[in-house]
C-alpha cells in the first residue's frame, strides 16, 4: 500500500468496501481541513498501523457480511487503539465480528428518515435530539456486541447508532456523508476533530510546499516533459511544476484539430507569455483528421486519436533537439513525464485491481503513454480532487477561465460529433459550441454548472428560413449538474436561456436549423454523446 508522503499531517484511513459515496467520505474529511486517504478493504491490520492514522472510518458497501466472498476486515484493526467509525455495511463488519448479530430482516430501510438521539454521545455533541438521516439497506443489526450501547434509533432500526466509547468504537446504520443527511458533516466534524483529535493541517498553501519539495527531491537536475491539454488538470500540473522546478520544464501542446475554439492561442498566452513556461506548440490537425477520414465509430475514433497522439508526443520529444522559436534546447532528454493523475483515478485503478466497488465509469481521456517510452512518472497531484485542484491553481496564480474551466473529453470535439468528423462539420460545432459558452457566461450560469455544450448529431430535418424550405443538421445543448462526473442530472435553465441559445445557433450558424435540450441524466444516459 503506497500512502502520500506527510508523515506530519493529521490523518484518516478509509477502508473502502464498495460504497459509491467513499469518496465522498473521503472528501467530507478533507472538507474538515484532515487529510484522508482511500485504502483496500482488506488491508492488514499491521499495514494500517504503520500509516499511523488518527481514526479509521469503514465505508458501506453493497454486500451482505454473510455472502460467500463477502469483503471481511483484518479484526485486529479493532484492537489498534486508533478510533473507529462503522458506516452501514462498515457497522455491520463491527457487530459481525465483534459479536454482534447481523440479519437479513426483509424490511429494506431506503431514503429519508428521522435519527432519534437517546443517550449522549460525543458522535452528536450539540446536534440535538433528532435529526434528518438517509438510509440505504436491507440487513441490520439486531444484536450488540459486548461493551455496545445504543445511542439513536429510526423508525426502522433499533440500532441506527451505537458506540463503544471505552474501545473508542462508533457506528451508524445511515449515512452522514451525503447531502441527505444535512447534518452529517457536523457528525463527521465530531468523529474527527472530538474523537480522533485531528489537527486543521490539510490546507491547499502547505500542500504547495510540500509538493514542490517532494517534486525537487524526486526530479532532481533531471529534464520533465508534460503534455499540456489546457485543461484544469494538466494546467494546474504544469504550473506546480514550473513553481518546483522552472527551466527542467518543457510542456508540449497539441493541436489535434478538435480543440475547441481559440484553445491554441489561450494555452500559449497563458503558459508562453504570462507564465514564461518553456512550450512547444504542435500543429497536428492534418494528421488527425486525416486517419479520422471515414471513421464514425466511437471507439475506433477514440483508439485512432489515442494512437496517433502518442506518436505525435514521440516525434515533438525528438524535435526538441532542433532550434524551437529561434532558441535552441541543448539538453534534450527527459527522463522524466508529468501527468495531471487526480485521486479518484488513483481510487478507480485501485478498483480495477480488486477493490469490491463495481466499476461503472469508462474514461473519455485519452489514454496514459507507451512503457516503451522509457519515463519514470512525475504525479503532483495524484493526491487531490478536482476542487483541490482548483484551489491549488488559484493560488499557483492561474486564471479563473483556465482553472473552473468545465471538463472537456481527451478525444476533444470528436465524441460531440456524431459519425464521421470533417472539417466542415468541426466549424458547424465550435460555432454552435461558442455561442453556447458565450450566453452560459453573460448569463452568469457557466460556472454553476458542471458542462454546457453543444453536439452534432448525423441527422438533417426540415426547416424554413425567411420563405425558403431548408433541410439542415441539427445541434443537441447537454447542461449537466454534477459533483464529480460519475452521476449528473440535466439543469433546469431559465427557458430565456435556451430561446437566446436556440436562436443565435439557428441564425448565425449555417446549416443548422434545429435546436433541441437533452434533458436525459446519467445514469442512464452518459454526459458526453459518444
Not at 438521516?133 to 461493551?147: F, I, M, Q, R, Y
Not at 452529517?184 to 483529535?197: A, D, K
Request: charged share 20%.
Amino acid at each position: 500500500m503506497k500512502t502520500a508522503d506527510a508523515p506530519t499531517h493529521s490523518k484518516i484511513l478509509i477502508l473502502d468496501f464498495g460504497s459509491q459515496y467513499t469518496q465522498v467520505i473521503a472528501r467530507r474529511v478533507r472538507e474538515c481541513q484532515v487529510y484522508s486517504e482511500i485504502v483496500r478493504f482488506d488491508a492488514p491490520a499491521a499495514e494500517i498501523a504503520a500509516l499511523k492514522p488518527n481514526g479509521l472510518i469503514l465505508s458501506g458497501g453493497p454486500a451482505s457480511v454473510y455472502d460467500k466472498g463477502a469483503p471481511q476486515i483484518d479484526p485486529e484493526i479493532f484492537s489498534l487503539g486508533a478510533p473507529v467509525l462503522g458506516i452501514c455495511y462498515g457497522l455491520m463488519l463491527i457487530a459481525h465480528h465483534l459479536g454482534g448479530k447481523v440479519v437479513f430482516t426483509g424490511r429494506r430501510e431506503y431514503g429519508a428518515g428521522g435519527l432519534h438521539i437517546k443517550n449522549r454521545s460525543e458522535l452528536f455533541a450539540g446536534l440535538g435530539s433528532q435529526l434528518d438521516v438517509w438510509n440505504s439497506h436491507g440487513d441490520e443489526v439486531t444484536a450488540l456486541p459486548k461493551g455496545f450501547h445504543v445511542v439513536g434509533t429510526t423508525e426502522g432500526c433499533d440500532f441506527a447508532a451505537v458506540e463503544d466509547p471505552q474501545r473508542k468504537l462508533y457506528g451508524l446504520q445511515f449515512h452522514p456523508e451525503v447531502v441527505h443527511t444535512p447534518r452529517g458533516r457536523e457528525i463527521l466534524q465530531n468523529f474527527v476533530y472530538h474523537i480522533c483529535h485531528c489537527a486543521m493541517d490539510w490546507t491547499m498553501g502547505s500542500f504547495i510546499e510540500e509538493a514542490c519539495v517532494r517534486i525537487r527531491r524526486q526530479v532532481g537536475d533531471q529534464k520533465v516533459v508534460l503534455g499540456l491539454s489546457g485543461g484544469v488538470d494538466s494546467s494546474v500540473t504544469a504550473a506546480l511544476l514550473h513553481k518546483a522546478i522552472g527551466g527542467q520544464l518543457t510542456c508540449i501542446f497539441v493541436n489535434n484539430g478538435l480543440l475547441r475554439a481559440r484553445e491554441e492561442e489561450i494555452v500559449q498566452r497563458v503558459f508562453g507569455e504570462n507564465f514564461h513556461v518553456q512550450l512547444k506548440y504542435v500543429d497536428a490537425s492534418e494528421r488527425f483528421l486525416s486517419k479520422l477520414r471515414g471513421v464514425t465509430d466511437p471507439e475506433q475514433k477514440r483508439k485512432i486519436i489515442g494512437n496517433e497522439f502518442i506518436r505525435v508526443f514521440e516525434d515533438a520529444i525528438v524535435n526538441l533537439a532542433k532550434t524551437d522559436h529561434g532558441s535552441p534546447i541543448t539538453d534534450h532528454k527527459f527522463r522524466f513525464l508529468a501527468q495531471g493523475t487526480l485521486y479518484p483515478d488513483v481510487i478507480e485503478s485501485v478498483s480495477i485491481g480488486g477493490n469490491p466497488a463495481q466499476v461503472i465509469k469508462s474514461h473519455h481521456n485519452v489514454g496514459g503513454l507507451p512503457e516503451k517510452m522509457h519515463f519514470e512518472l512525475v504525479e503532483p497531484l495524484r493526491q487531490l480532487f478536482k476542487d483541490e485542484v482548483r484551489q491549488v491553481g488559484l493560488q499557483l496564480g492561474l486564471p479563473k477561465e483556465i482553472v473552473y474551466r468545465q471538463p472537456f473529453p481527451g478525444p476533444g470535439l470528436a465524441v460531440r460529433i456524431l459519425g464521421e468528423v470533417t472539417p466542415e462539420r468541426l466549424s458547424i460545432l465550435r460555432e454552435a459550441d461558442t455561442i453556447v459558452q458565450s450566453e452560459m457566461e453573460a448569463a452568469d450560469w457557466y460556472y454553476k454548472v458542471w458542462q454546457s455544450f453543444a453536439v452534432l448529431l448525423p441527422v438533417q430535418s426540415v426547416g424554413v428560413m425567411g420563405d425558403q424550405r431548408t433541410y439542415e443538421n441539427t445541434v443537441v445543448l447537454r447542461i449537466v449538474e454534477s459533483q464529480d462526473g460519475m452521476t449528473a442530472d440535466w439543469v433546469r435553465v431559465p427557458y430565456e436561456l435556451l430561446a437566446r441559445i436556440s436562436s443565435r445557433i439557428s441564425n448565425e450558424v449555417k446549416h443548422v436549423n434545429r435546436v433541441c435540450y437533452d434533458i436525459s441524466s446519467k445514469p442512464p444516459s452518459t454526459i458526453e454523446w459518444e
